[in-house]
Protein backbone atom coordinates (compact mmCIF):
# COMPACT_ATOMS: atom_id res chain seq x y z
CA UNK A 1 0.00 0.00 0.00
CA UNK A 2 1.29 3.27 -1.30
CA UNK A 3 1.43 5.81 1.66
CA UNK A 4 3.32 8.42 0.33
CA UNK A 5 1.85 9.28 -3.67
CA UNK A 6 3.48 11.27 -6.48
CA UNK A 7 1.17 11.04 -9.31
CA UNK A 8 3.15 12.51 -12.13
CA UNK A 9 6.02 11.01 -13.40
CA UNK A 10 7.43 13.14 -15.27
CA UNK A 11 7.30 17.22 -15.70
CA UNK A 12 8.79 18.97 -18.06
CA UNK A 13 9.36 22.73 -17.52
CA UNK A 14 11.44 26.06 -19.97
CA UNK A 15 14.22 27.06 -18.34
CA UNK A 16 13.66 30.55 -15.68
CA UNK A 17 9.93 29.66 -15.02
CA UNK A 18 8.17 27.73 -12.02
CA UNK A 19 8.68 23.98 -11.36
CA UNK A 20 5.53 22.11 -9.10
CA UNK A 21 5.87 19.09 -7.60
CA UNK A 22 3.43 17.92 -6.14
CA UNK A 23 2.72 14.32 -3.44
CA UNK A 24 0.18 13.05 -1.55
CA UNK A 25 -0.14 11.03 1.35
CA UNK A 26 -2.41 9.02 3.39
CA UNK A 27 -1.40 8.33 6.88
CA UNK A 28 -2.01 11.02 9.29
CA UNK A 29 0.26 9.61 11.55
CA UNK A 30 3.36 11.17 9.09
CA UNK A 31 4.54 14.41 11.35
CA UNK A 32 7.65 15.55 8.73
CA UNK A 33 7.95 15.48 5.15
CA UNK A 34 11.19 15.78 2.91
CA UNK A 35 11.93 15.98 -1.02
CA UNK A 36 14.70 14.12 -1.78
CA UNK A 37 16.59 14.87 -5.19
CA UNK A 38 18.17 11.91 -7.64
CA UNK A 39 20.74 12.42 -10.00
CA UNK A 40 21.22 8.75 -12.24
CA UNK A 41 23.77 6.41 -11.15
CA UNK A 42 23.67 8.36 -7.60
CA UNK A 43 21.63 8.29 -4.62
CA UNK A 44 19.18 10.50 -3.26
CA UNK A 45 20.30 13.65 -1.82
CA UNK A 46 18.43 15.54 0.72
CA UNK A 47 16.70 18.92 -0.74
CA UNK A 48 13.93 20.79 2.14
CA UNK A 49 11.93 19.68 4.72
CA UNK A 50 8.80 20.66 6.49
CA UNK A 51 7.51 19.88 10.11
CA UNK A 52 4.01 19.15 10.46
CA UNK A 53 3.39 22.19 12.49
CA UNK A 54 4.36 24.56 9.40
CA UNK A 55 2.89 25.42 6.56
CA UNK A 56 5.72 26.48 4.29
CA UNK A 57 9.35 26.76 4.58
CA UNK A 58 11.72 28.00 1.99
CA UNK A 59 14.98 27.48 0.94
CA UNK A 60 16.69 29.79 -1.45
CA UNK A 61 15.09 28.70 -4.98
CA UNK A 62 13.45 25.45 -3.75
CA UNK A 63 10.09 26.16 -1.41
CA UNK A 64 8.09 23.15 0.38
CA UNK A 65 3.96 23.99 0.60
CA UNK A 66 2.12 21.34 3.30
CA UNK A 67 -1.70 21.31 3.75
CA UNK A 68 -2.64 18.96 5.92
CA UNK A 69 -6.29 18.89 6.01
CA UNK A 70 -6.14 17.99 1.93
CA UNK A 71 -2.72 15.80 3.31
CA UNK A 72 -0.80 17.65 0.47
CA UNK A 73 2.43 18.82 -0.15
CA UNK A 74 3.78 20.46 -2.96
CA UNK A 75 7.91 21.62 -4.04
CA UNK A 76 7.99 24.97 -5.49
CA UNK A 77 11.13 25.42 -7.56
CA UNK A 78 11.62 29.06 -8.82
CA UNK A 79 12.98 30.13 -11.12
CA UNK A 80 14.34 26.63 -12.63
CA UNK A 81 17.75 25.94 -13.92
CA UNK A 82 18.52 23.07 -16.44
CA UNK A 83 20.59 21.51 -13.07
CA UNK A 84 17.39 20.86 -11.50
CA UNK A 85 16.71 18.28 -13.97
CA UNK A 86 16.63 15.12 -11.80
CA UNK A 87 14.19 12.56 -10.24
CA UNK A 88 12.55 13.57 -7.11
CA UNK A 89 11.25 11.74 -4.46
CA UNK A 90 8.86 12.96 -1.84
CA UNK A 91 9.63 11.32 1.83
CA UNK A 92 7.26 10.98 5.39
CA UNK A 93 8.28 10.39 8.26
CA UNK A 94 6.30 8.67 11.36
CA UNK A 95 5.71 10.45 14.67
CA UNK A 96 7.28 7.07 16.52
CA UNK A 97 10.16 4.36 14.62
CA UNK A 98 11.78 7.18 12.64
CA UNK A 99 11.02 5.30 9.16
CA UNK A 100 10.90 7.20 6.05
CA UNK A 101 8.38 6.29 3.46
CA UNK A 102 8.92 7.53 -0.36
CA UNK A 103 6.90 7.99 -3.48
CA UNK A 104 7.49 6.75 -7.05
CA UNK A 105 9.06 10.04 -7.98
CA UNK A 106 8.72 12.75 -10.50
CA UNK A 107 11.23 12.99 -13.05
CA UNK A 108 11.84 16.67 -13.86
CA UNK A 109 13.68 18.27 -16.87
CA UNK A 110 14.14 21.71 -17.29
CA UNK A 111 14.47 22.89 -21.06
CA UNK A 112 17.14 25.41 -21.48
CA UNK B 1 33.09 11.26 6.91
CA UNK B 2 33.07 8.88 3.51
CA UNK B 3 29.57 9.19 3.47
CA UNK B 4 27.63 5.50 3.35
CA UNK B 5 29.35 3.02 1.71
CA UNK B 6 27.72 0.17 -0.38
CA UNK B 7 29.31 -2.40 -2.19
CA UNK B 8 29.26 -3.90 -5.00
CA UNK B 9 28.06 -0.85 -7.02
CA UNK B 10 27.06 -3.20 -9.94
CA UNK B 11 25.82 -7.32 -9.49
CA UNK B 12 24.98 -9.51 -12.38
CA UNK B 13 23.71 -13.15 -11.15
CA UNK B 14 22.25 -15.64 -11.97
CA UNK B 15 18.64 -16.94 -11.26
CA UNK B 16 18.83 -19.49 -8.15
CA UNK B 17 22.26 -17.58 -7.15
CA UNK B 18 22.89 -16.15 -3.80
CA UNK B 19 23.63 -12.20 -4.12
CA UNK B 20 24.64 -10.58 -0.96
CA UNK B 21 24.35 -7.00 -1.16
CA UNK B 22 26.94 -4.69 1.62
CA UNK B 23 26.45 -1.48 3.15
CA UNK B 24 28.73 0.51 5.92
CA UNK B 25 26.33 3.77 7.56
CA UNK B 26 27.84 6.74 8.94
CA UNK B 27 29.90 6.59 11.82
CA UNK B 28 27.61 7.13 14.74
CA UNK B 29 23.82 6.63 13.01
CA UNK B 30 21.73 4.29 14.91
CA UNK B 31 19.07 3.84 12.05
CA UNK B 32 19.35 1.85 9.03
CA UNK B 33 17.04 1.38 5.90
CA UNK B 34 17.20 -0.89 3.16
CA UNK B 35 15.27 0.82 -0.11
CA UNK B 36 14.73 -1.18 -3.40
CA UNK B 37 14.09 1.25 -6.51
CA UNK B 38 10.95 0.21 -9.22
CA UNK B 39 9.44 2.23 -11.43
CA UNK B 40 6.10 1.22 -10.16
CA UNK B 41 6.52 1.70 -6.25
CA UNK B 42 9.22 4.16 -6.44
CA UNK B 43 11.58 3.94 -3.18
CA UNK B 44 10.39 0.70 -1.58
CA UNK B 45 11.26 0.25 2.88
CA UNK B 46 12.38 -3.34 2.95
CA UNK B 47 13.98 -3.31 6.75
CA UNK B 48 15.19 -0.68 8.91
CA UNK B 49 17.12 -1.16 12.18
CA UNK B 50 17.93 0.85 15.09
CA UNK B 51 20.81 -0.07 17.36
CA UNK B 52 21.74 -3.24 15.66
CA UNK B 53 18.26 -4.32 15.85
CA UNK B 54 15.35 -4.91 13.22
CA UNK B 55 12.64 -3.15 14.04
CA UNK B 56 9.93 -3.43 10.85
CA UNK B 57 10.88 -6.04 8.29
CA UNK B 58 7.26 -6.27 6.81
CA UNK B 59 8.40 -5.03 3.47
CA UNK B 60 10.82 -7.57 2.85
CA UNK B 61 9.01 -8.74 -0.18
CA UNK B 62 9.61 -13.05 0.31
CA UNK B 63 10.91 -15.34 2.63
CA UNK B 64 14.26 -15.19 -0.02
CA UNK B 65 15.25 -11.01 1.13
CA UNK B 66 17.09 -11.43 4.56
CA UNK B 67 18.99 -8.94 6.26
CA UNK B 68 21.28 -8.83 9.26
CA UNK B 69 23.29 -5.79 10.70
CA UNK B 70 25.63 -7.60 13.26
CA UNK B 71 27.40 -4.32 14.39
CA UNK B 72 27.23 -0.71 13.97
CA UNK B 73 29.15 -0.58 11.12
CA UNK B 74 28.03 -3.14 9.12
CA UNK B 75 24.80 -4.64 7.16
CA UNK B 76 23.53 -6.97 4.45
CA UNK B 77 21.01 -7.70 2.74
CA UNK B 78 21.01 -10.96 1.25
CA UNK B 79 18.73 -12.47 -1.52
CA UNK B 80 18.80 -16.20 -1.59
CA UNK B 81 17.43 -17.82 -4.29
CA UNK B 82 17.51 -14.65 -6.55
CA UNK B 83 14.94 -14.21 -9.36
CA UNK B 84 14.79 -11.90 -12.62
CA UNK B 85 11.94 -9.93 -10.97
CA UNK B 86 14.40 -9.14 -7.88
CA UNK B 87 16.33 -6.97 -10.22
CA UNK B 88 16.52 -3.00 -9.30
CA UNK B 89 18.42 -0.78 -7.24
CA UNK B 90 18.94 -1.37 -3.95
CA UNK B 91 19.62 1.79 -1.69
CA UNK B 92 21.08 1.61 2.14
CA UNK B 93 20.21 5.10 3.71
CA UNK B 94 21.07 5.66 7.53
CA UNK B 95 20.28 8.66 10.06
CA UNK B 96 21.22 9.74 13.67
CA UNK B 97 17.70 10.27 14.56
CA UNK B 98 17.97 13.59 13.47
CA UNK B 99 15.59 14.32 10.56
CA UNK B 100 17.00 13.07 7.39
CA UNK B 101 18.13 9.95 5.70
CA UNK B 102 21.86 9.80 4.24
CA UNK B 103 21.76 7.07 1.25
CA UNK B 104 24.66 5.44 -0.18
CA UNK B 105 25.15 5.12 -4.25
CA UNK B 106 23.24 2.34 -4.50
CA UNK B 107 23.96 -1.21 -5.89
CA UNK B 108 22.44 -2.02 -9.26
CA UNK B 109 21.14 -5.75 -9.16
CA UNK B 110 20.26 -7.56 -11.99
CA UNK B 111 19.58 -11.31 -12.18
CA UNK B 112 19.67 -13.17 -15.15
Known amino acids: DQQVKQNSPSLSVQEGRISILNCDYTNSMFDYFLWYKKYPAEGPTFLISISSIKDKNEDGRFTVFLNKSAKHLSLHIVPSQPGDSAVYFC???????????FGTGTSLTVIP | DAGVIQSPRHEVTEMGQEVTLRCKPISGHDYLFWYRQTMMRGLELLIY????????DSGMPEDRFSAKMPNASFSTLKIQPSEPRDSAVYFCATTDSGTEAFFGQGTRLTVV
Open chain 2, 49 to 56: FNNNVPID
Open chain 1, 91 to 101: AARRNTGNQFY
